[in-house]
């Protein structure tokens, strides 16, 4: 099946200080790519669709210039949450959709960021 | 606008107890309709997709089913290893491709 692959699955850093988490499709191309974030018994709150080659398009109440998004080739977007503060740790879930179709949209495995 | 709704918000049942999840959804032009299993610390994880009224769809213990207003996943003599949170995701009409999301049921299963 199709599988995403995401990195780091866990991450802590300083107040001030950028993080950069990685979405990879394995053994399929995905044109695009979205970036959710979840917090503690809340469900999926989609931030930005990651598109390749172009753009991002964010979600209203998103910042751009705070969660800088990057899909440079068919199988890998990245995340980066800059000039992190305590308020932005949280849950962050990648997912791509195969098409194929055969799986729907396939989610990573999430990044737990928490800020200190 | 585009909604979402899962109850029960939390469901508790003994092994072996059948019964439903509910997603009632309001959508422009639904585009298909996806389920997913989510553990604690994990990312979703994939379990049906729907594309139409009428349709059903069977995993082991589950099956989901679809009408124009709202989807079930019935879970039939569930096991503890079933204990999760159930989401539902509906894609809407229109360019996008991006899912919404209902805030997921709780299921605990006890042996």
């Known amino acids: 099946g199709a599988v995403v692959s995401q990195h780091p699955s866990r991450v802590i850093c300083k107040s001030g200080t950028s993080v950069k988490i990685e979405c990879r499709s394995l053994?399929?191309?995905?044109?695009?790519m979205f970036w959710y974030r979840q917090f503690p018994k809340q469900s999926l709150m989609l931030m930005a669709t990651?598109?390749?080659?172009?753009?991002?398009?964010?979600e209203q109440g998103v910042e751009k210039d705070k969660f800088l998004i990057n899909h440079a080739s068919l199988t890998l977007s990245t995340l980066t949450v800059t000039s992190a503060h305590p308020e932005d740790s949280s849950f962050y879930i990648c997912?791509?959709?195969?098409?194929?179709?055969?799986?729907?949209?396939?989610f990573g495995s999430g990044t737990r960021l928490t800020v200190v | 606008e585009d909604q979402v709704t899962q109850s029960p918000e939390a469901l508790r049942l003994q092994e072996g107890e059948s019964s439903s999840l509910n997603c009632s959804y309001t959508?422009?032009?639904?585009?298909?309709l996806f389920w997913y299993r989510q553990d604690p610390g994990k990312g979703p994880e994939f379990l049906f997709t729907?594309?139409?009224a009428g349709e059903e769809k069977e995993k082991e213990r589950l099956k989901a089913t679809l009408t124009k207003k709202e989807s079930f996943l019935h879970i039939t003599a569930p096991k503890p290893e079933d204990s999760a949170t159930y989401l539902c995701?509906?894609?809407?009409?229109?360019?996008?491709?991006?899912?919404?999301f209902g805030t997921g049921t709780l299921l605990a299963v006890q042996p």
């Open positions: 997912s791509a959709r195969d098409v194929r179709d055969a799986y729907g949209y396939t």
């Open positions: 053994d399929f191309q995905a044109t695009t």
């Open positions: 990651s598109n390749e080659g172009s753009k991002a398009t964010y």
């Open positions: 959508v422009s032009g639904l585009r298909g």
């Open positions: 729907l594309y139409s």
């Open positions: 995701a509906v894609q809407a009409g229109g360019a996008t491709n991006k899912l919404i």
